[in-house]
């Protein structure tokens, strides 16, 4: 009797260590999955945070390229209009020098320079004008 006692105080004893050994490792494993979960929502929370700032630097960079390429697009027309106006005025500018030349050649032409001065020859197109009215004036003769 003394025997099954003692055995059964050893068996209670091995029992209770390993109920012991078996609460500390389920408390050890509590604490690392807790420990585990903490880390885990740490660190989802920081990448959340680290989405959400290269969101919004990309919204932000997004809207100076916009920003920007409108600016470039009104500075282009800018550039453009000033340009053309500096065109059309040169044109103009020379299209009326070619006008006054024409008008000069052609007054040359007509009456050449004897017109101002009797005594200078007369030009080539003011022999051909006289020529061909001398005709007209003898048919009409």
């Known amino acids: 009797r003394l025997e099954a006692e003692r055995l059964r105080a050893e068996?209670?004893?091995?029992?209770?260590?390993?109920?012991?050994?078996?609460?500390?490792c389920y408390?050890?494993?509590?604490?690392?999955?807790?420990?585990?979960?903490k880390r885990v929502y740490a660190v989802e929370a920081e990448a959340h945070?680290?989405?959400?700032?290269?969101?919004?630097?990309?919204?932000?960079?997004?809207?100076?390229?916009?920003?920007?390429?409108?600016?470039?697009?009104?500075?282009?027309?800018?550039?453009?209009?000033?340009?053309?106006?500096?065109?059309?005025?040169?044109?103009?500018?020379?299209?009326?020098?070619?006008e006054r030349t024409l008008d000069r050649i052609t007054r040359h032409l007509q009456?050449?320079?004897g017109d101002a001065n009797p005594g200078e020859p007369a030009t080539p197109t003011k022999e051909v004008f006289a020529a061909a009215a001398a005709p007209a004036a003898d048919c009409a003769a």
């Open 27 to 37: 408390e050890q494993r509590r604490t690392a999955l807790d420990e585990c979960k």
């Open 11 to 24: 068996v209670a004893a091995e029992k209770r260590a390993t109920q012991e050994t078996s609460r500390a």
């Open 49 to 98: 945070s680290w989405f959400a700032k290269k969101d919004r630097e990309l919204a932000k960079k997004e809207a100076m390229r916009t920003a920007w390429g409108s600016q470039q697009e009104q500075h282009k027309k800018e550039f453009e209009q000033r340009h053309k106006g500096m065109l059309e005025l040169e044109q103009g500018l020379h299209r009326r020098t070619m």
């Open 111 to 113: 009456f050449g320079h």
